[in-house]
């Protein structure tokens, strides 16, 4: 099946999502760690993976029989949680950092259900597709975990920053189990019956 993209699709499409609706600094708006901001004004790092509770036991799914009439038993999804940081960077202009972060904030709030045409996918095939579904949720962490994230970072200066957790994110399983049909069972039952009743039973 390939390697898979939806990760990637998810990060592309909250970065699309802020450009397009930021039109005046979409050129300052980039996918970037705090540590390699640039000179842009906005950044979004992912900076944390779980798996998500909820989701983990779910159960297979049946195929189509194949030409063979083979059965083929799909494995569940490895559904996750995406964290993610997001940055506004003063520059020397502290007011206009607050600012973005505000319209930032405003458009992941207006948009905290992604489904259809706003998702980016190159291959829907491989990655995030039309019938996907991401929730978006500002999640509020305490001073001390944040200072924990900006930690791994040395020499970086903290500028504002809030956290947002998207999820359910499915990544789909290569691993699938085939087998072949049963085919005889009901005929192994009338031979069992017919030799009962040869024996007057």
Do not use: C
């Amino acid at each position: 099946m390939g390697h898979d993209e939806t990760i990637k699709d998810v990060s592309k499409t909250l970065l699309d999502l802020l450009k397009t609706s930021l039109g005046d600094i979409v050129g300052r708006i980039a996918l970037a760690s705090p540590k390699n901001p640039g000179s842009n004004l906005l950044t979004i790092f992912l900076y944390k993976v779980l798996e998500n509770p909820y989701l983990k036991n779910q159960d297979r799914s049946l195929l189509p029989p194949n030409a063979n009439g083979q059965l083929t038993e799909q494995s569940p999804p490895l559904t996750v949680d995406l964290y993610y940081l997001l940055t506004a960077y003063s520059g020397g202009d502290i007011l206009e950092a607050h600012r973005a972060l505000s319209r930032a904030m405003r458009v992941f709030y207006d948009n905290g259900v992604l489904r259809g045409s706003q998702l980016r996918s190159d291959v829907p095939s491989k990655g995030l597709t039309a019938d996907s579904i991401l929730r978006v949720t500002l999640n509020p962490i305490t001073i001390e975990d944040m200072t924990r994230i900006w930690s791994v970072f040395p020499d970086t200066p903290y500028e504002i920053s809030v956290t947002y957790l998207v999820t359910p994110v499915p990544i789909e399983s290569a691993r699938q189990l085939t087998t072949a049909p049963v085919v005889d069972q009901i005929h192994e039952q009338g031979q069992l019956d017919a030799a009962l009743e040869g024996v007057g039973v």
